[in-house]
């Protein structure tokens, strides 16, 4: 007899499946990135169903959300400057020459090999195999925090989240680099119940969000999510015009995106000594230096992903733009 | 044994020569002409060996037999004499003195078979002699100026021959006692008389000195009466020393070294002669000189170291055989060649004839060949003193072979030889190519005639390609001489270089633009390649691909590691030392 | 006297370290370049001098210094490196002055100078390598330091060359790369060792072996210009006349003919080369170079392409007498490195005087240049008589010497060659003698008599070149002669 | 409370501190740029000096120790890919000084150096990283700052080309990750340890062919080498430096671990991959051979001698990889000092004369004779002319192929070398004729501070040749391949 | 049929089809929303994982794997679209 939850759990998969297949098909951009975020939703979804959910939070709000934003911003700019806001352009503004059909039917022919390959390697591996978790076990009573994922991110495996972080940093300034000079695209107007409805939601997503870093500590939840929602809160705030990046920011800007990185590898660095080695938290002040490290991170990843979404470095614009200024 | 075989053997060309004096009979024996050797053939193939036959009352007591050589000269020597009545018939239809050719033609058969059959000295003579002097008959047949010299010196030499033979074979009976030729070849016969015998023999077989003669009466003669007397009755002389002589027995050191020195200056002074010559028929004709040069050389062999005779014999009767088929087929060949009419079917008729002049000239596994290298392993039985120099000189006489049968096919156009006038085409071709036919095949067939005797031939070595291809070579080379002396050097370095330069003109101009065409193709490859790479993205496919590729390379490898090797391996053995686990590693 | 075990590297050094020093000199300090060019010359000649007095007197320089494991920059000062040296050493002071003199008012002088040190620097260390390896790396130096010196004048024409040239080398050397790989492989080292070092390897796998002496003596042949290798060498006689004679007297050809006296000597053995019946294929492919180079050089007009076919041939003479596999043979393989060295770069020198003074650069205008220029046509008769035989000029000595050689050997023919040879010498240098001594000038090499046409920087250097062939020859028996120096190397290599 | 400081550590921190105050000081960022790298070398020889003296350094980050931490790891092939990376990333630095010093760069100056210091940091995480998720991120960080890098100047081309190397990169890296997901499927943890003597199953036949198509991607190892030349040729010249010098040699640097630590790189799979670089050499060499531009050209041939390394790696078969990463590392050395010195003298010939099409240099009557000198001697490297670097390591690589027979390989490089010869004698008769130029020669006038620092590349590509037995003595320190000496 | 096989697979399959969009994808939106789908496949397969290790409590290490994952592609994301941006910019003033 099936189980209801096997059921769901079919059909759940056949719908992300159906999904991803589909925005990837569908020929219209903006139907595209909507599917994509449907899809999105939905592999969290399942990511809650297999009991992870501080990886479905992290991926509805940041490969979900605000991924999708991007996208949608990028897409805004693409019609506005191939002039065509109204009009549905198909590809882009200068579209890569059509490949013949055989080529996309071997490259379809290899992909469905190599999934097929892939779904043998899968089945092949052990049902229950090896993990972390009684490594994870033992030493989380010395991780000064209580929520394993935390642990993991923070403490035992810090290294990667510190270069997770810096990734970001490599990225807003390559971002910036690249868009610099670039002259923007009008931003999409947001009507006035909107703008109201971001006066109004501004506390309430700081406060979760705020809540989601704090809680990271025992239960899901952490500096990424909470990061996330706070960006949020700044994609509101830019998508509203309620904030309007000034040249004279830039500063400011910089020392937030470097705040994160600049302290997690401070406190790093600096924890060596006297027999311990970086990220080697001295035990009796490691939930202190945890908490401050996701905070500075937590503020660090808000205005990063925010700067991300606006894209180009606020400077005061020349014409043509191509050139350096 | 009975005589009547024998007789009719005899009996038939005779009796065929008299009959043609009546000339109602003259068209039923000109039908029977190529008939006339059947009995003769018929008793040598289906006969029991030997045989013997006696009628003591002819002549000095006649004796016939057959023994195994000398039924393979009847076998050969009576399908020679079918093949040339088969021509001389058409040859001779309208000619004024057929009937003479005829009984001439007829005699000389009568002779030669009958000097085959022979078992005494005195019939062995009696045959020889009419056989010889009928002959002359036939060279003198045209009546030219040319012929009625050549006349000349033929019937002088024969007397020669005759003279110096009838005085030896008087010794030697005296000698041994007895007129038979067997009691002959026991005696040790005293010098004299075998010297006598050998020079009357040489004259026959065309030996120098002794050869004066023999070119200018193969020339004179008709086509088909040349042919038997290349093909068939010079043989005579051979089987007269094989048959005459105590060869294998007695030791005749100095008759031995001239007979050899003899050979091995006539295999190579009648080739000198023999491409001076512009009659194609006497090109042949210093052919036969110098092919019997090799026979001599057998011969001189013989005399001198008796024991290697044994080996000599089989392979002397093979080099007559073969030589009587190829040359037959020659001769006949230049009839034929003379009767065609059209361009086309004398090129047909020369390319024909080249089949006889190769196997002639010894081409690798041709009965020439194998007639030659079974000679030189004869000869190992031999002196050793004389063996290199005997070796050398056979494959030489390829390359002479060779060059005078280039001579040969180069006169046959140049110099065309005459015909008659009305005769039948097909008919003069179809004897040619039966002879030619016979001639490659003789090989395969010696086996199956000889018995024992094809012993050496069946086991010689193929033979080498270089002396024919050296004499084709040279023959090219003296070709292209004489050409230029003709045309004058200047002129024919111009002709020959002229395709040359056209050639190379052509070349160079096709080469650039190849060149050309290769290098915008090398230009063009990598940038279209390039181009269509990127325009179809196949850098992207080649991602798939070779993840797909990976994938399969690896699992099909694992599937076979684990085939190959069972997972209780011993970890060394299942990796190479490279996968050892680092020093860091271990715990 | 003092001992110094870096004498070798000394040597090396004083044209290595010279090259970087004048490539970085302005192009207009001219007198300054000059001075450092004759200085370290001259320094190289006196401290060849005393390398070559301590090497007779027994002392062994070995210096080494591991690349790679096992595989060691090797540099050893045997007789056989000492003759090759102090040929390059001297001609190298003597190229230099005339090279100076040539180049006085002409472009990318700071260039030619440091590829010119450097080239030497190359032949110097092929002399002085003690392993093919170390070989190697001078003999690809050689080629990249002479390139820029072919193309020196930077025309659409020089560059053609320089490409054939490249080409041509850069292959040899890749041969080369493969047969020393291969060497090590093989034998598991590639030291010049006396006697050889793969008298196991032929014994186990001739096939090999013969294939691994193919490739060698190929790749070897290219600079040697053996037949039918030789194509570069004439093409790359657009370059200035100071690099054809250095190039085609010492350094590249020579390189070449020295490596195979390595390689036939210390590499395999010149018994295991025998033994592996090698070396009669390489004597006929020499004779066939020197009658085809002969010939060549017979219908030419232009003098320098005359005397390249003419150093195609004669460099074979080495090669022959080294495949003869005879002492005596060797002996004048040896001493003709030094004397066709001597005669070729007068030659080379006198060619590049008589365009220079005269504008003559063909044969057919070579009539009555005797008159106007008698020194170096002096020079050059001595040198091409010297090439001819004529005893008692340093050509006749080793010709002598590979004749007795060949007999010695038991290969007559080597006899008929050199005959025959000689012959061909006389046949394209006597028209040349004939018509600069004995023919009416034309009009336009007849200028204002008296004035000397050339400055003395380019008169001298072939006096003494031309000088030093006449010593060589009418000395050869002397102490410290070429030819005394070959026997004492002979003797090491038959090992006697 | 005293600081004890690692340099291993050090080498991954000084970096990113240095790339945080660029970012922060943007007028100050050259000099801090210097300063890092300056103190980054220190730290590497530092670092060097421990490995030499005590062999391999570990330091397990956090006190956790693999598996459940991060473990840094120094051993002498890691020091020596830092020691390249700090000295030819000095270099290039001083070079970059230079090249963007003018009013129109004052952006890309600014950019410049915190995007190139964290590419440093990535890079020196990659070598000293010993767990292959760590390795994912890391390589993340250097393709996100080497496509800033890429599109420095900011010309549709340059940006054209770094979108398709991002395309690439992102691809090369999510193929890892997805590779890195069957690892742990199969094995549950992620150290190179882990990776030892794992039985070759279904999942881990799938994480080698993901791992290897995604690293062969970044690397640019023939056919998916699309990306590379556009993007090469249209960076500026120290970002075309750094790119083609260093940065794919990390992806080439995780290749040659990995192919130690995953049991099974099977006979047909290296094969697959010497086929691949036989292939590179080859279509390199042609595309070199047709470039119209200096740069192209040499971006090409970058894709040619990365198949050379690739035929190194599987010039003696299975057997012979022990021995096989030895050649290739050496050629990776030999390569990214070459390299780097052949771009910055390309880009300083572009900026002197005014353009890099080949056809058209020797009409040019100024010659930037210490530039061009540069270039050649940086041809004489990777050509593989003797005594330089890359030829040492052609050598290994003939002698092993050699040894083991393989003669396919040998000959595969001998083609190569010709085929070099031939694309690079292009350039050098652009140099060195002077029959074209109308206007007097301007040449050899002395020398100029900018080609120092090319220059002191190409003669360490040419010098490190005769150091090659210390060189290779070292990088087996800590018997990075686990043979024993 | 468990649901780490269903999901699995799934993860598989979404890989899969974003290897197909990445590689046969003309617009450049697209390539981009592909490269994202197979990094949602990869995080699939590492939850999966985590979830299978020892049944009940998930192993944490590949949930924080998969969360930096995502913060990366999200970082790459927003890099590429910014190239791609620029180039439509470029591109159009071009066109101009």
Wanted: aromatic fraction near 8%; proline fraction near 6%.
């Amino acid at each position: 007899m099936a189980d209801p939850l096997m059921i769901f759990d079919i059909l759940l998969a056949l719908s992300i499946v159906a999904l991803a297949t589909a925005s990837l098909s569908v020929r219209d951009q903006f139907t595209m990135i909507v599917l994509f975020i449907i899809f999105g939703l939905l592999s969290a979804l399942a990511w809650v169903r297999l009991s992870a959910p501080d990886v479905a939070l992290a991926e509805a709000a940041i490969g979900t959300g605000v991924t999708g934003a991007l996208l949608l911003k990028t897409l805004h700019h693409l019609r506005f400057v191939s002039g065509s806001r109204n009009r549905q352009p198909m590809t882009g503004v200068a579209p890569l020459p059509p490949v013949p059909l055989g080529v996309t039917l071997a490259n379809a022919a290899f992909c469905g090999l190599i999934t097929l390959g892939l779904a043998a390697g899968f089945l092949g591996a052990p049902a229950a195999g090896p993990g972390f978790d009684m490594l994870v076990a033992e030493a989380m009573p010395t991780s000064g925090v209580a929520h394993p994922v935390t642990g993991v991110l923070l403490n035992f495996r810090a290294y990667d989240t510190l270069m997770e972080v810096v990734v970001l940093l490599a990225a807003v300034v390559a971002v910036w680099q690249i868009e610099r000079g670039l002259s923007e695209a009008p931003a999409p107007v947001m009507g006035v119940v909107w703008q109201g409805f971001a006066r109004l939601a501004l506390p309430a997503i700081v406060v979760v969000g705020t809540y989601l870093l704090w809680g990271g500590a025992e239960a899901p939840g952490g500096a990424f999510q909470g990061g996330a929602v706070l960006a949020a809160m700044g994609l509101l705030l830019l998508l509203t015009r309620a904030y309007v990046p000034q040249p004279g920011h830039r500063g400011i800007a910089r020392w937030a995106f470097v705040l994160g990185t600049g302290v997690f590898a401070l406190v790093a660095l600096l924890v060596a000594g006297g027999g311990r080695v970086a990220f080697e938290y001295p035990l009796e002040h490691a939930k202190t230096l945890i908490l401050l490290i996701e905070g500075m991170v937590t503020i660090s990843i808000a205005v990063t992903l925010a700067a991300l979404f606006h894209g180009r470095e606020p400077v005061a614009l020349t014409t043509g733009g191509r050139h350096d200024t | 044994m009975s005589l009547a075989p024998f007789v009719t053997a005899l009996a038939l060309p005779l009796l065929l020569a008299l009959a043609l004096i009546w000339p109602q009979a003259r068209s039923l024996v000109w039908r029977m002409m190529p008939f006339a050797p059947l009995p003769a053939l018929a008793l040598a193939l289906l006969g029991d060996l030997p045989m013997h036959a006696q009628a003591d009352w002819m002549i000095l007591g006649l004796q016939f037999g057959l023994d195994e050589i000398s039924r393979l000269f009847v076998i050969f020597t009576g399908l020679l004499w079918c093949a040339a009545g088969a021509s001389a018939r058409h040859w001779m239809r309208h000619d004024a003195r057929a009937t003479s050719f005829g009984v001439m033609f007829l005699m000389a058969q009568t002779g030669n078979l009958g000097l085959l059959l022979a078992l005494d000295a005195a019939s062995f003579y009696a045959f020889f002699a009419p056989m010889s002097f009928a002959s002359y008959g036939l060279v003198l047949h045209s009546r030219t100026p040319q012929a009625q010299g050549a006349a000349r010196l033929y019937i002088g030499f024969v007397v020669l021959g005759e003279l110096a033979l009838f005085a030896g074979l008087a010794l030697a009976v005296a000698q041994a006692g007895s007129f038979h030729v067997a009691d002959l070849r026991a005696t040790a016969l005293s010098d004299p008389a075998v010297a006598l015998m050998m020079i009357g023999l040489c004259v026959k077989l065309g030996i120098m000195p002794l050869h004066f003669w023999l070119p200018p009466a193969h020339g004179a003669a008709p086509v088909p009466a040349s042919a038997v007397l290349s093909g068939a009755m010079i043989k005579a002389g051979l089987f007269g020393m094989i048959t005459l002589l105590p060869l294998g027995g007695v030791t005749y050191a100095d008759h031995g070294t001239v007979m050899m020195a003899a050979g091995m200056v006539t295999i190579f002074a009648a080739l000198l002669l023999g491409v001076q010559q512009t009659s194609p028929k006497a090109v042949l004709g210093y052919s036969s000189v110098s092919q019997m040069g090799i026979l001599a050389l057998g011969l001189g062999a013989g005399l001198m170291v008796p024991q290697a005779w044994v080996a000599i014999l089989p392979v002397l009767v093979f080099l007559a055989a073969h030589h009587a088929l190829a040359k037959g087929a020659l001769f006949l060949g230049t009839g034929a060649f003379a009767a065609q009419t059209g361009p086309a079917a004398k090129l047909a008729v020369t390319l024909a004839l080249l089949l006889p002049a190769f196997v002639l000239a010894g081409l690798p596994a041709s009965s020439g060949a194998l007639g030659k290298e079974a000679l030189k392993t004869a000869f190992n039985a031999g002196s050793p003193v004389w063996l290199p120099w005997l070796t050398v000189a056979l494959s030489l006489s390829g390359v002479a072979t060779t060059l005078l049968m280039a001579r040969y096919v180069a006169m046959i156009w140049l110099h065309p030889p005459g015909a008659p006038a009305k005769v039948t085409q097909e008919a003069v071709l179809l004897p040619f190519l039966a002879l030619v036919g016979a001639s490659l095949a003789l090989p395969l067939v010696w086996v199956a005639v000889a018995g024992t005797l094809a012993a050496p031939i069946s086991q010689a070595a193929p033979g080498a390609l270089w002396p024919v291809a050296l004499g084709v070579a040279m023959a090219a080379g003296v070709a292209i001489h004489a050409h230029a002396q003709r045309i004058g050097p200047a002129v024919f370095l111009a002709q020959i270089t002229a395709p040359g330069r056209a050639l190379a003109l052509r070349a160079d101009s096709i080469l650039a633009a190849k060149r050309r065409a290769a290098r915008r193709l090398a230009h063009a490859m990598p940038k279209a390649i390039g181009e269509t790479a990127m325009r179809w993205r196949l850098g992207q496919t080649a991602i798939a691909g070779l993840i797909a590729l990976t994938l399969l390379l690896e699992a099909g490898g694992s599937l076979r590691g684990e085939a190959a090797m069972p997972p209780a391996a011993q970890p060394g053995a299942a990796h190479p030392p490279g996968h050892m686990l680092p020093p860091y590693f271990e715990p | 006297m003092m001992d110094a075990p870096l004498l070798p590297l000394f040597i090396l050094l004083t044209s290595l370290l010279a090259a970087p020093v004048l490539f970085s000199l302005p192009e207009r300090a001219a007198r300054l370049r000059t001075g450092i060019n004759l200085g370290m010359a001259g320094l190289k000649v006196a401290l060849v001098a005393w390398l070559s007095l301590k090497v007779s007197q027994g002392v062994i320089y070995d210096l080494r210094f591991e690349l790679l494991p096992g595989l060691e920059f090797k540099l050893q000062a045997d007789p056989l490196a000492i003759l090759f040296i102090a040929l390059s050493a001297v001609l190298w002071l003597i190229t230099t002055i005339y090279s100076v003199g040539y180049l006085e008012h002409g472009p990318h002088r700071a260039r030619f100078f440091g590829f010119f040190s450097l080239c030497v620097a190359a032949t110097v260390g092929i002399a002085l390598s003690g392993n093919l390896f170390t070989f190697l790396l001078f003999y690809e130096l050689l080629t990249l330091a002479t390139y820029p010196l072919v193309i020196h004048r930077g025309t659409a024409e020089a560059l053609r060359a320089g490409r054939i040239y490249l080409i041509y080398t850069l292959a040899g050397g890749l041969v080369l790369l493969l047969g020393t790989l291969g060497l090590w492989v093989l034998a598991g080292t590639t030291d010049f060792v006396p006697g050889g070092v793969l008298a196991y390897v032929v014994a186990v796998n001739p096939l090999a072996a013969q294939l691994l002496f193919v490739v060698l003596i190929g790749a070897l042949g290219v600079k040697a210009a053996l037949f039918p290798f030789h194509v570069w060498l004439p093409i790359a006689m657009v370059a200035p006349a100071p690099v054809s004679a250095l190039l085609h007297a010492v350094a590249v050809v020579k390189a070449g003919a020295f490596g195979i006296m390595r390689v036939v000597y210390e590499v395999f053995g010149i018994e295991t080369a025998q033994a592996l019946g090698v070396t009669a294929p390489l004597a006929v492919l020499a004779g066939v170079t020197i009658i085809y180079g002969s010939l060549k050089a017979i219908t030419q007009d232009d003098i320098k392409k005359r005397l390249a076919y003419s150093t195609v041939s004669q460099v074979s003479y080495i090669t022959l007498g080294v495949a003869l596999a005879s002492p005596l043979a060797a002996v004048g393989a040896l001493a003709h490195l030094i004397h066709q060295g001597l005669m070729k770069i007068t030659m080379f020198m006198v060619a590049g005087n008589l365009a220079e003074g005269l504008g003559v650069k063909r044969v057919s205008q070579m009539d009555g240049v005797g008159r106007a220029m008698p020194g170096s046509m002096l020079a050059f008769t001595l040198a091409a008589l010297g090439m001819i035989g004529l005893p008692p000029l340093a050509g006749f000595v080793s010709k002598w010497y590979l004749a007795q050689g060949g007999l010695e050997a038991g290969q007559a023919w080597v006899i008929e060659l050199l005959l025959g040879s000689s012959l061909l010498n006389a046949i394209y240098f006597m028209p040349m003698l004939h018509r600069a001594w004995f023919r009416d000038a034309a009009p336009e090499t007849t200028g204002a008599p008296g004035r000397p046409r050339i400055g003395w920087m380019l008169a001298v250097p072939p006096a003494a070149t031309a000088a030093l062939v006449l010593i060589a020859g009418g000395f050869a028996n002397a102490p410290f002669s070429p030819l005394e120096w070959t026997r004492f190397i002979v003797a090491i290599e038959y090992q006697e | 409370m005293s600081v004890d400081l690692s340099p291993i550590t050090l080498a991954i921190f000084v970096p990113l501190f240095g790339a945080i105050m660029a970012f922060l000081l943007p007028r100050a960022a050259s000099v801090i740029g210097l300063a890092t790298l300056a103190l980054t070398t220190g730290a590497v020889i530092w670092l060097a000096r421990a490995v030499l003296t005590g062999g391999a350094v570990v330091l397990p980050l956090g006190g956790w120790g693999a598996p459940l931490g991060i473990d840094l790891r120094a051993d002498g092939l890691s020091v020596a890919m830092l020691g390249l990376t700090c000295a030819v990333g000095f270099l290039v630095s001083v070079a970059a000084l230079d090249s963007l010093k003018g009013a129109q760069q004052a952006r890309q100056r600014q950019y410049f150096w915190p995007l190139w210091l964290l590419l440093l940091t990535g890079m020196n995480g990659v070598y000293l990283g010993t767990d292959i998720f760590n390795l994912y991120v890391m390589i993340e960080v250097i393709a996100l700052a080497a496509v800033g890098l890429t599109v420095l100047s900011g010309s549709r081309a340059a940006v054209q080309a770094g979108l398709e190397y991002m395309y690439a990169s992102i691809l090369g890296a999510l193929l890892f990750l997805m590779g890195v997901g069957f690892i742990y499927l199969q094995l549950g943890r992620l150290d190179f340890a882990g990776l030892t003597g794992a039985e070759p199953t279904g999942a881990l036949i799938a994480a080698l062919a993901l791992m290897f198509v995604g690293l062969a991607l970044k690397t640019a190892l023939f056919p998916l080498h699309f990306w590379l030349p556009a993007a090469h040729a249209n960076a500026t010249a120290p970002a075309s430096a750094l790119l083609s010098g260093l940065v794919v040699k990390a992806a080439l640097y995780i290749v040659l671990r990995l192919a130690q630590y995953m049991p099974f790189p099977s006979e047909t799979l290296l094969t697959l991959v010497g086929l691949m670089g036989a292939g590179a050499v080859i279509w390199g060499g042609i595309q070199a051979l047709r470039a119209e531009r200096l740069k192209l050209l040499v971006a090409w041939s970058t894709v040619a001698q990365i198949g050379l390394i690739f035929v190194a790696f599987a010039r003696a078969g299975e057997v012979g990889l022990p021995e096989s990463w030895k050649a290739a590392a050496l050629l990776i050395l030999a390569h990214g000092i070459a390299k780097a010195a052949m771009f910055l003298a390309a880009g300083r010939i572009k900026d002197e004369i005014g353009h890099d099409v080949i056809r058209d240099l020797d009409r040019s009557p100024i010659r930037p004779t210490l530039a061009q000198f540069t270039f050649a001697l940086a041809a004489i490297s990777l050509i593989g002319l003797p005594p330089s670097l890359g030829f040492i390591g052609k050598w290994s690589l003939m002698e092993g192929a050699m040894a083991a027979g393989y003669w396919h390989w040998v000959a595969v490089t001998m083609a190569g070398t010709l085929m070099s010869v031939a694309y690079f004698s292009r350039v050098f008769a652009g140099f060195l004729r002077f029959d074209r130029v109308r206007a007097p020669v301007g040449e050899h006038q002395g020398w100029a501070l900018a080609d120092a620092a090319p220059l002191t590349l190409a003669l360490a590509a040419i010098g490190l040749g005769l150091l090659a037995a210390p060189i290779l003595g070292f990088i087996e320190i800590g018997y990075p391949f686990g043979v024993a000496p | 049929m468990t649901p780490d096989l269903i999901y699995g697979l799934t993860g598989i399959a979404v890989f899969g089809i974003g290897l197909v969009g990445a590689l046969c994808a003309l617009d450049r939106l697209r390539r981009v929303l592909a490269l994202k789908l197979c990094s949602v496949g990869a995080g699939f397969l590492l939850v999966v994982g985590a979830w299978r290790a020892p049944p009940g409590v998930p192993d944490p290490v590949p949930h924080a794997l998969v969360i930096t994952g995502i913060v990366v592609m999200v970082s790459a994301t927003a890099v590429a679209l910014a190239l791609i941006r620029r180039l439509q910019t470029l591109e159009a003033e071009d066109e101009r």
